[in-house]
Nanobody, 126 residues
Framework: QVQLAESGGGLVQAGGSLRLSCAAS????????MGWFRQAPGKEREFVAAISRTSTYTAYADSVKGRFTISRDNAKNMAYLQIITLQPEDTAVYFC???????????????????WGQGTQVTVSS
């Protein structure tokens, strides 16, 4: 079992930046490809970014390319999502998740993501 806990969300103005963190406990995060998803009010949870076990591969949703950067530090059992140039449409609850599958291709759907955090709220004001 892996327990995941997100942090770093908050209320920011459009154009601002945030770094979301995902802390893992229970097992080494190095065993899992990691992903970030988000869910806006009234919408489906959507894929944002993913990273392979040793950071060799990354994948991003088209809507966030160039503004979001996923990273991880296996020694610290942490994953991160750096967000710049925040826009009001980025407002959502952001979740990190651990995938039980392989590194390539990285999953861009909820398929294979077996462990989830509780989420952290990001609110972007215009």
């Amino acid at each position: 079992q892996v327990q995941l806990a997100e942090s770093g969300g908050g209320l920011v103005q459009a154009g601002g930046s945030l770094r979301l963190s995902c802390a893992a406990s229970g097992r080494s995060l190095s065993m899992y490809p990691m992903g970030w998803f988000r869910q806006a009010p009234g919408k489906e949870r959507e894929f944002v970014a993913a990273i392979s076990r040793t950071s060799t591969y990354t994948a991003y949703a088209d809507s966030v390319k160039g503004r979001f950067t996923i990273s991880r530090d296996n020694a610290k059992n942490m994953a991160y999502l750096q967000i710049i140039t925040l826009q009001p449409e980025d407002t959502a609850v952001y979740f990190c998740a651990a995938n039980s599958g392989g590194d390539y291709p990285l999953s861009r759907t909820r398929y294979g993501y077996v462990y989830w955090g509780q989420g952290t709220q990001v609110t972007v004001s215009s």
